[in-house]
């Protein structure tokens, strides 16, 4: 059994028949606003155990905090549908580059952090895991998540999805000490396969047991040639064949959602 363990395949309702089809893989739905919790939701009813669901508000959304457009009240439809539905928080995170199509200006950054720090609490809260967006924030992503370990509000197990720093970033920082405990590391062609090399290095630097993947994708259609692109990638970096790869990366993801009955 494959798992991809973060796409965006709600947002594709035209390749959902290939879903059925894909036998072996399960995907971990991502939402990234509350208007797309219900289509997650929709997945997960429809393919049962197929679909791990994740329920979260992407930074590119904090506005919508602010402006009203996600209610106030966002935190209790999530902490209920992760009870009703099970999955794990996601997608959030840090975003210092992203900018707002409308306004053409960069999200708030001060706001992210406040939401961050809400997503990691509530992850605590349920005992389930969460998926992370970070994008050349990685020092704040530390501070916050620092933070948390010694406030001991972080989830059993955090995800630095299509992980886009350095190799130096993830040995000083990340997978190292208590932190490092908690940590999983995923990689996606999407992402990963622009740089090559620079990403066979942070392969390398992540515990063979912490390594995920992931097709990042909308398209359920294109999910399993992604996955296969990316478990190449890893298997070149590790020195690993196909089918060890294969063996390990489930493992891998089994142990990621295994904590809140996720297997």
Not at 94 to 103: F, T
Request: net charge neutral; with cysteine.
């Amino acid at each position: 059994m494959l798992y991809d363990v973060h796409c965006h395949i709600q947002e594709t309702p035209a390749s959902y028949g290939v879903i059925k089809s894909q036998d072996n893989i399960r995907y971990c739905v991502q939402a990234t606003n509350y208007v797309d919790w219900k289509d997650v939701v929709e997945l997960k009813r429809r393919f049962g155990d197929k679909v791990i669901p994740a329920f979260g508000i992407h930074p590119w959304f904090v506005e919508k905090i602010e402006s009203g457009d996600i209610p106030p009240y966002w935190k209790d439809d999530l902490r209920r549908l992760i009870k009703e539905h099970g999955g794990i928080v996601g997608e959030c995170g840090l975003d210092k580059v992203a900018r707002n199509r409308e306004s053409n200006q960069v999200y708030p950054f001060e706001p992210q952090i406040g939401l961050l720090k809400e997503h990691l609490r509530l992850a605590c809260e349920l005992n389930v895991p969460v998926s992370l967006h970070c994008v050349r924030a990685f020092g704040a992503l530390a501070d916050v998540l620092r933070d948390g370990q010694e406030r001991k509000t972080l989830p059993p197990h955090i995800m630095l999805h299509s992980y886009s720093g350095s190799a130096d970033m993830l040995r000083q920082m990340f997978c190292r000490g208590e932190l490092g405990g908690r940590i999983y590391v995923s990689f996606s062609q999407f992402v990963n396969g622009r740089n090559v090399e620079k990403s066979k290095q942070c392969i390398q630097a992540v515990p063979e047991d912490r390594i995920l993947v992931e097709s990042d994708l909308h398209d359920a259609a294109a999910a399993s040639e992604a996955l296969d692109s990316v478990i190449g990638l890893v298997s070149q970096a590790r020195g690993w064949s196909a089918d060890e790869a294969r063996e390990r990366l489930a493992d891998n993801s089994r142990r990621f959602f295994l904590r809140h009955g996720q297997s």
